[in-house]
């Protein structure tokens, strides 16, 4: 009440996101008293001050951003989040906001929102743990888009989020290294879904990944696990670009070669040369999924051991 007075808008105008400790009330008094000083900061430049003003545990700025041209007129899609522990589909403690500067219909921006999200954001796991909150706000302001060009604004939408939501898993409590799981070969998009999120949450892959240990027993037993029917037959593994299993067969792979890949990535750039590739292809079907995660540390362990005390 407080802020839409000060900045005279509707109540149903403002929404309310929070992240913190499970339990412990935001101090109100602090926060009201600042909100003068807040609202006077407001501009168009202030994008990476939120970003930043938004992180707990986060140690990076998460950051997107989509331009491209539409018979001739610019149209732009940017984003901002948070995010680095108990994150699990769906969603769970993390926070994201994006703005597009094209109108697109409520009913069809829904759609395309709930779509990227579940691609995205859905579709990472850093702990396996979710929260009590989580908030995806998406904001469509501007000139109206033809509907014949909504495809270009959910290829924008999907670049950003993807990018936001593996930075989120890239900067998972502890992390050293991302980890992207691809499956190929479903019989459909739900399954290798359900596989590639599988493979990403474990907990024994994502030890077996920080030690560099290619270790494709916890790969496979986690894609069994996933509720989906799979041959044994038609399953192929390969990590980064050593193949490990070839349709159900473990083959002589070259182990050190493997485990240097991983170490390579544990100790790459962010988010441009520090990704562990993991592929699985589970048959002949023509539908594929990815999901995204991080390596599980002992670091992840010191920073929650202690997280209140």
Request: some cysteine.
């Amino acid at each position: 009440k407080e802020l839409v007075s000060r900045l005279q808008i509707k109540e149903s105008e403002a929404i309310m996101c929070s992240t913190g400790v499970i339990g412990t009330p935001i101090k109100m008094n602090k926060l009201i008293n600042k909100l003068n000083d807040l609202i006077k900061k407001l501009d168009g430049d202030g994008g990476s001050e939120a970003a930043k003003a938004i992180l707990t545990t986060d140690l990076v700025i998460k950051e997107s951003s989509y331009e491209t041209k539409i018979e001739g007129r610019s149209i732009r899609i940017g984003g901002m989040a948070k995010g680095s522990g108990m994150i699990h589909p769906n969603m769970a403690t993390m926070l994201a906001f994006l703005t597009c500067d094209a109108l697109v219909p409520y009913d069809q921006w829904r759609q395309l929102i709930q779509k990227t999200a579940q691609n995205s954001f859905n579709a990472i796991s850093v702990d396996g743990d979710t929260s009590t909150n989580d908030s995806f706000i998406a904001f469509s302001a501007g000139e109206y888009i033809e509907e014949k060009h909504l495809y270009i604004i959910e290829e924008g939408l999907a670049k950003v989020t993807e990018d936001l939501a593996k930075s989120i898993a890239r900067d998972g409590e502890g992390a050293t290294c991302l980890l992207e799981v691809e499956i190929t070969g479903a019989s459909s998009a739900e399954d290798a879904n359900k596989i590639a999120r599988t493979i990403a949450s474990s907990s024994l892959v994502k030890t077996a990944i920080h030690g560099n240990d290619p270790n494709w027993g916890r790969i496979v037993a986690a894609a069994g696990r996933a509720q989906v029917d799979i041959n044994q037959e038609d399953i192929s593994l390969q990590i980064g670009e050593v193949e490990l299993i070839k349709n159900g067969t473990p083959i002589n792979f070259d182990k050190k070669k493997a485990s240097d890949y991983i170490k390579e990535k544990t100790r790459g750039k962010y988010l441009e040369s520090d990704c562990v590739k993991i592929k699985l292809n589970i048959g002949e079907g023509s539908k594929s999924g990815k999901a995204w995660g991080c390596d599980l540390s002992k670091e992840y362990v010191t920073i929650n051991a202690d997280y209140t005390t």
